[in-house]
């Protein structure tokens, strides 16, 4: 996408020093505990066979609630990510903020694609916290920017790209995310990046 303006490479800027910013705050403050070797698989949708297996072995009816909810929204975040999957986001967020994004079915994600703040992201995505009125929704995505080791811990601090995605009568939006709640939702055009994802 081309930049024109000094305004606009300085709100770039801006822009790729808060995901600097966020990606530092979250391997700070935000560790996550992960076993050895799955904090990659840990950024690939996930599919739902196995929560119907639980729920066939679960014996209390607690526990059957409990993966019941689990199980509905695993299959909502998976409707969604069926959607948005080697697609591009072209638009703005409701701040004016310049949006270009392209989610690929291969895990990458590519920021702001052939302009000088290109960012593609290799290490996987994932929909999360999808809330469905209708064909209406929301969701968050986190993209994985970066996975540490913590000491000889066997566990990592992981770094990501997150946002949100929302479908409002046929629209698409795209904005940030504020543990799992969409804010700042602006209109955004989604066209098939199929061609753009086999070249990344």
Known sequence: MAIEGTGEAVRRGTRLIGVLLLAIAVAVTGLIALEPGRAQAKFKQQGCAKIKKKMKQAKSK????????????????LKVYNQVRNSRFVGARSDGEP???IFCANGKVADDLGSPFESI???????????????????????????????????????TRSGSLAKKNGKWQSGSDSFGEPTLLGDVKETNARKECRKL
């Not at 995505?125 to 000889?152: C, E, H, M, Q, V």
């Open 62 to 77: 607690e526990k059957k609630q409990r993966l019941k909810r689990k199980l509905k929204q695993c299959k909502a975040n």
């Open 99 to 101: 949006v270009d994004l």
């Open 121 to 159: 992201y290799r290490k996987g995505w994932r929909i999360t916290d999808a809330k469905f009125r209708g064909k209406n929704f929301t969701a968050a995505y986190d993209a994985l920017i970066s996975k540490s080791p913590i000491g000889n811990t066997g566990s990592f601090a992981i770094g």
